[in-house]
């Protein structure tokens, strides 16, 4: 089993930004992908940023050159940096793990970009 727990959501004003933690714990040896996604109220939840175990990542064309995903491996722990933040990056974020082909989820963090 891995447990997930996201932390450093809030409220922020446009332009301004936020960096997400995700704690991992448990059974993590084995982990082929860490991500983390977002789902907007009304909207599926989409991948935002992959750490895959050999090092490559991948962003959505809409947080590309903004977001930043990265991870401390003494901590067991996942980051996301979040800048320039725009109204549309509003929505619950969720880190995510895959191991073994199976999903580990996060309980979720609500990020809310405004004026």
């Known amino acids: 089993q891995v447990r997930l727990v996201e932390s450093g959501g809030g409220l922020v004003q446009p332009g301004g930004s936020l960096r997400l933690s995700c704690a991992a714990s448990?059974?993590?040896?084995?982990?082929?992908?860490r991500r983390w996604y977002r789902q907007a109220p009304g909207k599926q939840r989409d991948l935002v940023a992959s750490?895959?175990?050999?090092?490559?990542?991948n962003y959505a064309d809409s947080v590309k050159g903004r977001f930043t995903i990265s991870r401390d491996i003494a901590k067991n722990t996942l980051y996301l940096q979040m800048n320039s933040l725009k109204p549309e990056d509003t929505a619950v974020y969720y880190c995510?793990?895959?191991?073994?082909?199976?999903?580990?989820w996060g309980q979720g963090t609500q990020v809310a970009v405004s004026s």
């Open positions: 448990g059974s993590i040896l084995g982990i082929t992908f």
């Open positions: 750490l895959a175990i050999d090092g490559n990542i």
């Open positions: 995510n793990f895959l191991k073994f082909g199976q999903n580990y």
